[in-house]
């Protein structure tokens, strides 16, 4: 019987190449998405097309309602859940914290906090040994960001993701004796297209692949490869840890 995982933001860039990967290696795959239909449905039918099960579920992370329909629609639709990546998130415009509009630093942390937080409390509440489940493993995909800051970026989005590590260290020690593992993914420059759509950065990787030491971008499978290894039984004596995925920056 196929393993089965949610995907949060799972339509693009790292949510969809794990999306992808974790069809490839025998999971069922559930994935959310905010607003592009079409994007999620190529990659569900490429999770059915690799022989998985695939469901696209729209989900606005930063809603506690709308997150526990997704997770009942996974109930329903594909059985017992026994992975969640919480991939959810939004960077907004760069900025300076002195001149960023409210809503632009709202939306980040509701997104990449609340939404890390609702999705994970739903996980537990089905893997946990304590509701009678059979266990699980949780990867957040958190931001070398956290470690860095991102001054004249966005430094709300640096304490989104300080936060989500948090989250993951304390998590995974409360839930550890119930069967369930957390840890974490800290990416660095990725290319992916959330550079343009959501920071507003046109050419990022090109222009800043002299300051990571490996001297290029990471891609997303190569984060993806990291999720899908802390998901799986290999990893099995790791929790409570952060993957620095970032080319030595």
């Not at 559930?30 to 592009?36: D, T």
């Not at 906090?113 to 537990?124: D, L």
């Not at 759509?197 to 290029?216: C, D, N, Q, T």
């Not at 984060?223 to 409570?240: K, N, P, R």
Request: glycine share 10%.
């Amino acid at each position: 019987m196929s393993e089965i995982a949610i995907v949060t933001g799972g339509s693009r860039g790292i949510g969809a190449a794990t999306a992808r990967m974790l069809a490839q290696r025998g999971y069922d795959v559930a994935i959310s998405y905010l607003s592009n239909e079409a994007a999620a449905a190529t990659v569900v039918r490429d999770i059915e097309a690799a022989g998985q099960r695939g469901l696209a579920v729209k989900c606005d992370a930063a809603s506690e309602t709308e997150t526990e329909k997704l997770f009942e629609a996974v109930d329903r639709e594909l059985g017992t859940l026994t992975a969640l990546v919480n991939n959810a998130g939004i960077t907004g415009k760069v900025d300076r914290l002195d001149s960023a509009p409210a809503e632009t630093i709202r939306t980040c942390i509701d997104a990449s906090v609340y939404g890390t937080i609702w999705a994970s409390r739903a996980a537990v509440r089905r893997m946990s040994t304590r509701y009678d489940g059979k266990g699980g493993a949780i990867v957040n995909v958190s931001s070398i960001a956290a470690k860095l800051g991102s001054p004249n970026y966005y430094v709300w989005y640096a304490a989104a993701k300080g936060a989500v590590d948090a989250l993951t260290i304390g998590l995974a020690k409360e839930v550890v004796k119930e069967g369930i593992r957390v840890n974490a993914v800290a990416p660095g420059i990725i290319d992916t297209d959330i550079h343009e759509h959501s920071s507003g950065l046109e050419r990022r990787v090109e222009k800043e692949a002299h300051l990571i030491p490996m001297g290029r971008a990471g891609t997303p499978e190569e984060v993806a490869e990291g999720i899908v290894w802390l998901l799986s039984d290999v990893s099995s004596y790791v929790t409570a840890e952060i993957l620095q995925i970032s080319g030595a920056r």
